[in-house]
């Protein structure tokens, strides 16, 4: 799946990864499946590797519309670690305009060590974690 994640409900914090081509569809389908998914709560910080992409298919509009779209709060850190000069400006864009709309804590990295420390994490999670859709494309 394009955009996965994994809930550590003990650490509050959302493990996020994306891969292969990622556009537009692929990162509201990520945004409706966390916010549905029953363990998630809005004040975890969230490390969001997009390493992973090989095709970003995403425009500027695209990432002007889903900054729109709350799904942290205000008080929640993120760390966006990226790979591409592209994905970098991407993600520099996103964290702007949430933080115009007052949403501050989010930075872009290119070195997932950094991501981590910023978030005060010890080490990435397992990918054997990642949610898997279930029968019917829940990620339980």
Avoid: C
């Amino acid at each position: 799946m394009p955009a996965d994640f994994f809930i550590d409900v003990k650490q509050g914090v959302v493990f996020s990864r994306a891969t292969g081509a990622f556009g537009r569809a692929e990162a509201l389908d990520h945004m409706v499946r966390l916010l549905g998914h029953p363990d998630f709560s809005p004040e975890f910080n969230q490390l969001a590797d997009f390493r992973g992409i090989s095709e970003m298919t995403l425009s500027a509009a695209d990432v002007e519309e889903l900054s729109r779209r709350t799904v942290f709060s205000m008080h929640s850190r993120r760390a966006f670690v990226v790979s591409t000069d592209l994905q970098y400006g991407y993600s520099r864009m996103f964290g702007i305009f949430r933080e115009i709309g007052g949403e501050p804590g989010i930075t872009t990295f290119r070195d997932i060590g950094e991501a981590l420390s910023w978030l005060s994490l010890a080490r990435e999670p397992d990918s054997s974690l990642f949610a898997k859709p279930g029968p019917e494309g829940d990620p339980r």
